[in-house]
C-alpha cells in the first residue's frame, strides 16, 4: 500500500512580509512554551520560549502570543526571509513535576523570493 | 560554544547488526534526551535523564532499544538487533533542567537499517 506521511500545514509568504504560524495546545495546566525552527537535516532549533505569567514575549524579528484562554499560541516573523523557510514547532511544558515536554506536528513555512 | 554533538551523523547497516547512537549534551546542562523523526510518526520521545538517571522510557519502542549515561558528558543509545523500520533520524538533546527550560538539539544522526 502506499505510506503516508504526516500531513506538515504549509505556509507559503512573500519575503519582507509578516509571517504568522499557529498552535492549538491540549494541556490546560501547561506553563511553559517553546518554539523551535528546524531546517532541513538539521536538529529543531531554539527559537523563543514564554511562560504563562507572560501573554506576549519579543525577540529579535520574532514575537510569540500566548492566549491561555483558548490554549493557542502563535509564533509572528517580521519581515520574513527567505532564510526563514523550514518547519516550525511549538511545545508545551508543565513544569510542576517530570512532565516531558510535547511537541506539535509543525508547521512548514516557504518563503517566496 | 559547542552545542549538543551526535556521532556518527549517518548510518548505513543491514538488518541484525547492533548499532549504537552517542551523544555529548552541553556542559552543565543535567537533562538528556533521545527522540526518533520520521514522516510517518514526526518526532518522538524514546527516553529521558536526569542528573544521568533515566526518568522516563516509555517511548522506547521495544526491547531492541537501550539508553545509557554513564556520566554527565555522555550518553548512549543501542538498537540490537536493528531492523529495516528503525530507519529515522535520531536525535538528542539537552537541557538546563527536566522541566522549565528549552532543550538544545544536536543534528542528528541518519540510520538506515537495510
Known amino acids: 500500500g502506499e505510506s503516508v506521511g504526516l500531513h506538515l500545514p504549509t505556509l507559503s509568504v512573500q519575503e519582507g512580509d509578516n509571517s504568522i504560524i499557529n498552535c492549538a495546545y491540549s494541556?490546560?495546566?501547561?506553563?511553559?512554551f517553546i518554539w523551535y525552527k528546524q531546517e532541513s537535516g538539521k536538529g529543531p532549533q531554539f527559537i523563543i520560549d514564554i511562560r504563562s505569567n507572560m501573554d506576549k514575549r519579543q525577540g529579535q524579528r520574532v514575537t510569540v502570543l500566548l492566549n491561555k484562554t483558548v490554549k493557542h499560541l502563535s509564533l509572528q516573523i517580521a519581515a520574513t526571509q527567505p532564510g526563514d523557510s523550514a518547519v516550525y514547532f511549538c511545545a508545551e511544558n508543565w513544569s510542576g513535576g517530570y512532565q516531558k515536554v510535547t511537541f506539535g506536528t509543525g508547521t512548514k513555512l516557504q518563503v517566496i523570493p | 560554544d559547542a552545542g549538543v554533538i551526535q556521532s556518527p551523523r549517518h548510518e548505513v547497516t543491514e538488518m541484525g547488526q547492533e548499532v549504537t547512537l552517542r551523544c555529548k549534551p552541553i556542559?552543565?546542562?543535567?537533562?538528556l534526551f533521545w527522540y526518533r523523526q520520521t514522516m510517518m510518526r514526526g518526532l518522538e520521545l524514546l527516553i529521558y535523564f536526569n542528573n544521568n538517571v533515566p526518568i522516563d522510557d516509555s517511548g522506547m519502542p521495544e526491547d531492541r532499544f537501550s539508553a545509557k549515561m554513564p556520566n554527565a558528558s555522555f550518553s548512549t543509545l543501542k538498537i540490537q538487533p536493528s531492523e529495516p523500520r528503525d530507519s529515522a533520524v535520531y536525535f538528542c538533546?539537552?537541557?538546563?533542567?527536566?522541566?522549565?527550560?528549552?532543550?538544545?538539539f544536536g543534528d542528528g544522526t541518519r540510520l538506515s537499517i537495510l
Open positions: 538533546a539537552s537541557s538546563l533542567s527536566i522541566v522549565g527550560q528549552p532543550q538544545h
Open positions: 556542559s552543565g546542562h543535567n537533562s
Open positions: 494541556n490546560s495546566a501547561s506553563d511553559y
